[in-house]
């Protein structure tokens, strides 16, 4: 079995962050959401692996390698267009040849990842089998409708939904579904949507078989989502103090401080990571924060937050929050206080506060 993950796209959500940073390689807990992927498919014993790729293939390609460090082959497939999902199915045939595959969406998030996904596809053997997930906003999705426990139709963020269920961004296929998407036609937003695909699939009598995720799952397309995913793994962190803990400081919870950090007079409450060589000086860091390798927090408050390599967060008396703050950044005190902050900046970014 062979692995899929589509990592281009222009992120058009998470900008300005991602006019100089592929979407895919935006961390969640100091590691970039496209390597939770890979790893997924590497737990799942996949280890010959296909990447799309577009317009920031030179940042993926840099990131990634050959594979070797994640164990695994990777092989790039250049997509110039993002022209949907199909599409990348289509001209990702040469790499697949007549193999299964999974296909995963390379900013998608999933509690448990698909060993066991991937056990039952082996065993039941259908054309096909997609993940779905019930969500309370099935219009910004594509939908299944399933009638006694079997997919009957399929539609791509249709305004009046037949269903909750939302297509997870994670789908296993055979080789029919080449025939599929060699036979349907761009949708109305000139996109080969992998939904009618599938429902060519349904339509001509193969096997599609429907898998409800139990856990959390997510699509990091957005910052709120960012956020959420960033708090959901952080709450797996195992406690580890590895960089330095000086004077007064205070260490509470699901703390893990890299080696050549410093803490020093400041409250730290988990669940955090704080990345190798940041700083951490009087201040205050809480909850479900992500302080990425190289960053300064001083005389400043911050939570629930995910701050990128080399940034600075200085003599800022109001507490940051629900922030994502680009690589970097510099935001420090001007003399006029604010009554509350919320930023979402891109890198390089020096933000002047009044």
């Known amino acids: 079995m062979k692995g899929l993950i589509l990592?281009?796209?222009?992120?058009?959500?998470?900008?300005?962050?991602?006019?100089?940073?592929?979407?895919?390689?935006?961390?969640?807990?100091?590691?970039?959401?496209?390597?939770?992927?890979?790893?997924?498919?590497v737990d799942a014993g996949i280890e010959d692996l296909g990447i799309v790729v577009g317009e920031t293939h030179e940042e993926i390609r840099a990131a990634v390698g050959d594979g070797s460090k994640f164990g695994c082959r990777v092989t790039y497939i250049m997509q110039p267009d993002p022209l949907g999902l199909a599409h990348a199915v289509k001209i990702s045939q040469d790499f697949l040849k007549d193999d299964p595959f999974v296909m995963y969406l390379g900013?998608?998030?999933?509690?448990?990842?698909?060993?066991?996904?991937?056990?039952?596809?082996?065993?039941?053997?259908?054309?096909?089998?997609?993940?779905?997930?019930?969500?309370?906003?099935?219009?910004?999705?594509?939908?299944?409708?399933?009638?006694?426990g079997k997919v009957v139709r399929l539609e791509e963020k249709p305004k009046q939904p037949r269903s909750d269920l939302a297509l997870v961004g994670v789908y296993m296929f055979t080789s029919p579904i080449f025939e599929a998407v060699n036979a349907i036609k761009p949708s109305g937003r000139g996109e080969l949507e992998i939904t009618d695909a599938i429902q060519y699939l349904i339509d001509k009598g193969f096997t599609v078989s429907p898998h409800i995720v139990s856990g959390w799952w997510k699509d990091t397309g957005k910052i709120e989502d960012m956020l959420e995913a960033n708090r959901l793994i952080l709450d797996t962190l195992t406690r580890r103090i590895e960089g330095e803990v000086r004077g007064k400081s205070?260490?509470?919870?699901?703390?893990?401080?890299?080696?050549?950090?410093?803490?020093?007079?400041?409250v730290v409450r988990g669940p955090v990571i704080i990345g190798a060589?940041?700083?951490?000086?009087?201040?205050?860091?809480?909850?479900?924060?992500?302080?990425?390798?190289?960053?300064t927090i001083q005389d400043s408050e911050i939570e629930h937050s995910i701050v990128l390599g080399g940034s600075e967060v200085l003599d800022i008396k109001t507490r940051v929050e629900d922030s994502l703050i680009g690589r970097n950044c510099r935001i420090h005190r001007q003399p006029i206080m604010p009554r509350a902050l919320r930023f979402m900046i891109g890198?390089?970014?020096?933000?002047?506060?009044q």
């Open 107 to 148: 900013d998608n998030l999933l509690a448990h990842g698909i060993s066991s996904l991937v056990t039952e596809f082996r065993l039941l053997q259908p054309t096909a089998q997609i993940l779905l997930a019930h969500v309370p906003n099935p219009s910004h999705f594509g939908v299944a409708e399933l009638v006694g």
């Open 7 to 41: 990592s281009g796209g222009k992120g058009t959500r998470l900008r300005p962050l991602t006019h100089t940073s592929a979407k895919q390689l935006v961390p969640v807990a100091n590691r970039p959401v496209l390597f939770y992927g890979i790893k997924a498919m």
């Open 347 to 353: 890198d390089n970014s020096d933000v002047g506060v």
């Open 277 to 295: 060589g940041a700083k951490i000086i009087r201040a205050y860091v809480g909850p479900f924060t992500s302080i990425d390798a190289g960053v």
């Open 250 to 266: 205070q260490i509470d919870g699901k703390v893990v401080v890299e080696a050549g950090a410093v803490i020093e007079d400041s």
